[in-house]
C-alpha cells in the first residue's frame, strides 16, 4: 500500500504526527473511526483496541494472557478438559512465587564492554538487553537444560521481549547504531520489567 510506505517511512520522525482520522482517510481502514463533538472519540473494533494496548503497555499485555489464562482455565474446570498452558504460551516457565524471585527478573545494566562488542544477531542482540547474555554463552553455562534462553524465560520477560522485538525495529529505521540500540534496549528492558513484577494489579492475578 502506497499510503503504508509513506507512513512506515516517516515513522520515528520528530515531526511525524499520525493521527486516527489521517489513517482511516488515508488507507480506508476499516473496523476504526473518529468522531468529532462532546461525545467523540476513536473507536476501533475490540481486536485491533487490544493489539493497540498490547503495542503501547506491557502491563496491558501481561494483563490479557493472564485473563486468557484465567478464562481457559474456567472452562477447563468445567469441561473437564486438559489443557496446557505452557505449549499454548510458548512453553512459559512460570514458576514465580516470591518477591525475592521476582526482583532477580530485573535486567542487569550493561556494562561498557557488552555496549562495545558486536552482535551476530540481532536476536542476541535482544537476548543481551534483556537477559545479560547470549544464547551461546547461557547454553555454555546452563549444559544441562533443554531447549534455549528464551524457553526458560518468564511470563514477564517473554512479554518485554515482545515489546524489545517492535522497538528495535524502529531504532534501527531510525538509524542507530548496535551499541546505541543496545543501550536504550536495555532500560526499557530494566524499565518494563520492573513495571510488570511491581504493578499491584498483575501481583493480584498470580
Known amino acids: 500500500m502506497v499510503e503504508f510506505d509513506h507512513f512506515k517511512t516517516q515513522a520515528g520522525l520528530p515531526s511525524f504526527v499520525l493521527s486516527p482520522t489521517l489513517w482511516v482517510e488515508k488507507t480506508n481502514a476499516i473496523g476504526i473511526f473518529s468522531k468529532s463533538g462532546r461525545y467523540g472519540g476513536t473507536y476501533a473494533h ?3 483496541a487490544f493489539e ?13 494472557i493472564k485473563e486468557f489464562q484465567r478464562l481457559k482455565e474456567d ?5 473437564k478438559l486438559e489443557w496446557n498452558l505452557q505449549r499454548t504460551l510458548a512453553k512459559v516457565n512460570y514458576h514465580i512465587h516470591t518477591d525475592a524471585i521476582k526482583e532477580k527478573l530485573i535486567p542487569q545494566t550493561i556494562t561498557p564492554k557488552q555496549a ?7 536476536a542476541d ?6 537477559f545479560g547474555v547470549t544464547a551461546a554463552a547461557w547454553r555454555e553455562a546452563n549444559p544441562t537444560l533443554d531447549g ?5 524465560a518468564s511470563l514477564e520477560q517473554l512479554v518485554v521481549l515482545s515489546n524489545l522485538e517492535s522497538i528495535n525495529a524502529v531504532l534501527i529505521h531510525q538509524g542507530l547504531s548496535q551499541k546505541e540500540r543496545l543501550l536504550q534496549l536495555n532500560q526499557i528492558a530494566i524499565t518494563q520489567v520492573k513495571s510488570l513484577v511491581n504493578a499491584r494489579g498483575v501481583k493480584g492475578m498470580k
Open 75 to 79: 472452562e477447563n474446570n468445567r469441561l
Open 116 to 122: 562495545s562488542l558486536s552482535y551476530a544477531t540481532e
Open 52 to 64: 493497540f494496548g498490547s503495542a503501547i503497555s506491557a502491563e496491558f499485555k501481561l494483563y490479557l
Open 46 to 48: 475490540k481486536d485491533i
Open 125 to 130: 542482540l535482544l537476548n543481551v538487553a534483556l
Open 148 to 152: 534455549n534462553i528464551r524457553d526458560h
